[in-house]
């Protein structure tokens, strides 16, 4: 039986960290090390699978960018769109891992499995988790049940959606949650197992891909606001000055807006520039808002999180998807 061909994409991040010492765990920097270091550790995966690999960067994910996320999405389109791969694996720091997975989820047109893993401690420390999760990756990407499943995150044992994980610890291993949903499913030792499936539209249902980036690589400018004690609208209108095309407002308890922000939320609207209300409450949807916000213009975020909601705001403006309407039919599907 042939082996199937995986492409294996690295971006950074802590797993190709170093410390100091292997008790450090924290405070550690992205050096020279290469993730052919850990893959030196699998032996047995040359017997599974052929391996192909690709650098797009070499970043912490604490410095990622949107021109990286478009490098990186025509290289994973490119690789899915030949007939001998069968899927890729790509190596990313957690602390923007969700953005730069959730971009791919809508943005991609494929149905073959792409699973984004990294991990929490470096390379060097004690109990170090990159190297398991990056061959639970690997198992993940390999297993038929995992296509048409959108963008898959896998760390600590679990499979998760692209849609729904997000980082909910600063160190702990286990940071990543489908706080609303939960996981998909689980890997243990060799066994992939799906316990769920996601139930919003993503890769080939979705009217994105890489082609609205050919006569233009630009992304337009969505500002996050996150509200708080004290809250007024000086913040809304430099963001508005500085020429954002939309503000993702992360408001208080159900995207509750304070009465001193809410007159800079209109004229921000009224002057085009799009205003998402999401929360910064972890968990619950965002949706019925007062009638004042409805008629401003105001775009409920319904169960995405405010730096999600970021991603799908700019791919719907650069798309050209501008009307009030169609943006809330928008986030309350997607």
């Known amino acids: 039986m042939a082996k199937k061909k995986i492409v294996l994409m690295s971006t950074g991040g802590t797993i190709v960290s170093s410390g100091e010492s292997a008790t450090q765990t ?3 920097r992205l050096g020279e090390l290469s993730i052919n270091a850990l893959l030196d550790q699998l032996p047995d995966l040359k017997d599974k699978i052929e391996l192909e690999q690709e650098a797009v960067s070499h970043v912490d994910s604490s410095s990622m960018t949107s021109e990286i996320w478009l490098k990186l999405a025509r290289s994973v389109q490119a690789a899915v ?17 969700e953005e730069t997975a959730y971009f791919l989820h809508l943005i991609l047109k494929t149905e073959k499995p792409v699973v984004i893993t ?6 060097t420390a004690l109990s170090a988790d990159g190297i398991l ?5 690997f198992q993940v990407a390999l297993s038929e049940e995992s296509k ?6 896998v760390l600590n044992n679990t499979i998760g959606s692209a849609r729904f994980s997000t980082k909910t610890n600063t160190t702990n291993v286990a940071t990543f949650s489908g706080l609303n949903t939960g996981e998909l ?7 992939v197992m799906y316990y769920n499936r996601p139930t919003r539209p993503h890769t080939m249902a979705t009217p994105f891909s890489v082609k609205d980036f050919e006569q233009d690589e630009s992304f337009p400018r969505v500002d996050i606001l996150i509200s708080h004690a004290d809250d007024d609208d000086k913040l809304v209108d430099a963001t508005v000055a500085i020429g954002a095309k939309g503000i993702v407002f992360a408001g208080l308890g159900n995207g509750c807006i304070p009465d001193k922000v809410f007159p800079g939320l209109v004229r921000a609207s009224a002057a085009g520039v799009r205003v998402i209300r999401s929360s910064r409450v972890f968990t619950g949807p965002v949706f019925n808002g ?10 409920s975020a319904w169960n995405l999180s405010a ?5 799908l705001l700019q791919l719907a403006l650069k798309k050209g998807i501008n009307d009030i309407d169609a943006l809330r039919e928008m986030f309350e599907r997607y």
């Open 26 to 28: 924290t405070g550690y």
């Open 81 to 97: 769109d030949r007939d001998d791969v069968d899927g890729v694996v790509i190596t990313h720091g957690t602390d923007t891992m």
């Open 118 to 123: 990294g991990a929490m401690r470096p390379a």
């Open 133 to 137: 999760n990056l061959y639970n990756a």
């Open 148 to 153: 048409g499943l959108g963008v898959l995150m």
């Open 185 to 191: 499913g689980a890997v243990i030792d060799n066994a």
């Open 290 to 299: 007062l009638s004042e916000w409805e008629d401003a213009g105001l775009i």
């Open 307 to 311: 730096v999600k909601s970021r991603v």
